[in-house]
């Protein structure tokens, strides 16, 4: 079973930025597209940026302009480089890679935004 795993986490200062990354422990080449959500505390999993197999991205109306998703199934990789960090985007951020049939997730890292 393919395992991803994420990193780049932590504490920043509203303002700064974190690149986060996620990487597939095998390959994940038939996967159709990648992507990063987050979950802050008391709140549903949303969806914050996908990139698909083709390199076409998609981002949530909240990132846009700030994060950049890159990598994708062909390179067993996906990045997210957060730029402008503000204390809303405090949460865990978790990695995904899904295909027909079904979805690979990581076990999250934690993004702690200080204003």
């Known amino acids: 079973q393919v395992q991803l795993v994420e990193s780049g986490g932590g504490l920043v200062q509203a303002g700064g930025s974190l690149r986060l990354s996620c990487t597939a422990s095998?390959?994940?080449?038939?996967?159709?597209?990648m992507a990063w959500y987050r979950q802050a505390p008391e709140k549903q999993r949303e969806l914050v940026a996908t990139i698909t197999s083709g390199g076409t991205t998609t981002y949530a109306n909240s990132v846009k302009g700030r994060f950049t998703i890159s990598g994708g199934p062909a390179t067993n990789t996906a990045y997210l480089q957060m730029n402008s960090l503000k204390p809303e985007d405090t949460a865990v951020y978790y990695c995904?890679?899904?295909?027909?049939?079904?979805?690979?997730w990581g076990q999250g890292t934690q993004v702690t935004v200080s204003s």
């Open positions: 995904a890679a899904s295909r027909a049939g079904g979805s690979l």
């Open positions: 095998g390959s994940i080449f038939s996967f159709n597209n």
